[in-house]
């Protein structure tokens, strides 16, 4: 098992689960005519940031990671010369962490929602 982070608890598979089970999730009450109504803006612009949110995980924040990890084993010149890069992962986790910030937000206030719930 490959050490750190994770790559260790197998967190590209992890991260993608979730989200196919919160997209099915919709899916699914959709197709049981629930009260979900694909016109809500609020509910659109979740699914735009949640889409984004695992963009930015899957192309941006697991790849640097993986380079950071592996530069953490290096020599101290090595180390020094992926700072700028473990900066840079830092500000992408921060910006994926925003995201799902407001996809939350809006799941739970649901502006503009209509079903009384």
């Known amino acids: 098992m490959e050490q750190g982070g994770l790559h260790a608890l197998g967190g590209d598979a992890v991260s993608a689960g979730q989200f ?7 899916v699914g009450e959709v197709a049981e005519g629930g009260k979900v109504v694909l016109t809500d803006y609020w509910l659109i612009a ?8 695992a963009a930015v995980l899957a192309f941006v ?8 990890l592996a530069a953490a084993d290096g020599s101290p010149e090595v180390r020094d ?3 700028p890069q473990a900066k840079a992962l830092s500000m992408t986790t921060g910006i994926f962490a925003l995201l799902w910030a407001i996809v939350v937000v809006l799941m739970i206030v649901r502006p503009g929602s209509t079903t009384g719930v």
């Open 81 to 83: 010369g992926v700072l």
């Open 46 to 53: 979740s699914m735009v940031l949640t889409a984004a949110a």
């Open 61 to 68: 924040v697991l790849p640097a990671q993986g380079r950071v």
């Open 20 to 26: 196919a089970v919160g997209e099915a999730g919709l």
